[in-house]
């Protein structure tokens, strides 16, 4: 009898101890997606849309910011990345925006993580490099801009378009290219194009003196070209400025750098958006459209319907948990890329995969976005 009562005790233990190791091994196995975006100063959009996706997944998401001096500090962008890639149950990691040394941090992350899932939208370094670290690479269709930039410009009355940058985006491939596209199609169009070179904000002055340049700057170029003159710049934290001097001259302003109603407009503008407006694109619309005619300039400002750096970030980590439940045809999945960006931005996104035209390469899983615009 005894012994009846020792082996039912021994077989409840080993029970009992083969749920507690269940539970352990289903517990290392929970999937966790990280996200590394700039700061609010440097990019305001992205943070936003990653603190929404940790709000919506909760635990599942890790949050790292790369610095705002990313040029000087990419050993600190590397770090913060492998921070999230030493983590076991990180199994997807979303970069919003690729700034330089992302690249250099997949690579550092793979030797200890080599079947990670890296998603990286908005690439600043050489796309046949990033497209040959990260597995998807989404990117705003820089060159189709080359062309719908100086065309919106012209609809909305420009006869001069103004591009501003400095020498560190010039030598972003892409960004090089549009802007020696939106070169000829003023030419088609008969609109004179201006190439200016303002401060880089990751230079010695920051992102002040970036855009008290652009602030005393517009002026000036106003009353030398006239107010039908269009203004677009490559840089973020110039969009603000830009916003603001534009207006009050009178200008035109086709687009901000990464197309959105939320980029730089309502800080611009001055509007408060209540807590339960947050995420109300109608909403955000509507008031730019009332502090523009306030201004008189209806009819002179336009931008993207959909907040393209925030649908980036938001539509990396849904492709990501698709993937990693296993709901996904491989690595790249273009069908469902497509699927998850008609969800997350509420309408038909055109996307197309890149060929680098300088050296012939095609990438499928570089794709680029294109939207209309909406005109205030």
Known sequence: MIKKILAIFMAAVMIIGLVGCGQVAEKEEISKIGIMTG???????????????????????????????????????????????????????????????VSA????????RPDMLFIVGVPGEDPDMIASKADIVFQADELGMGTTIAEQAKKMGATKLVHYSFPRHMSYQLLAMRRDLLRETCKKLDMEFIDATAPDPTGDAGVPGAQQFILEDVPRKVAELGKDTAFFSTNCSMQEPLIKAALEEGAIYPQPCCPSPYHAFPGALGIQIPDDKKGDIDYVVEEIKSKI??????????????PVNMMFVESGVEYAKTFLEGNTNGKVDKAKIEEIFKNVSGMEMKLT?????????????????LSDYITF
Do not use: H
């Open 105 to 112: 941090a997949i690579d550092k992350a793979r030797e200890i």
């Open 39 to 101: 700061t609010v100063s440097q990019g305001e959009e992205e943070y936003r849309a990653a603190e929404k996706m940790k709000k919506k997944y909760g635990d599942m998401i890790v949050l790292q910011t790369y610095p705002d001096n990313f040029m000087k500090e990419q050993e600190t962008t590397i770090a913060n990345v492998m921070s999230m890639a030493t983590d076991p149950q990180v199994k997807a990691i979303v970069i919003v925006q690729g700034i330089p040394g």
């Open 293 to 306: 005619a306030e201004k008189g300039g209806t009819g002179r400002f336009s931008t993207w319907p959909v």
């Open 353 to 369: 995969t890149f060929t680098n035209e300088s050296t012939g390469n095609t990438f499928d899983n570089f794709f680029m976005i």
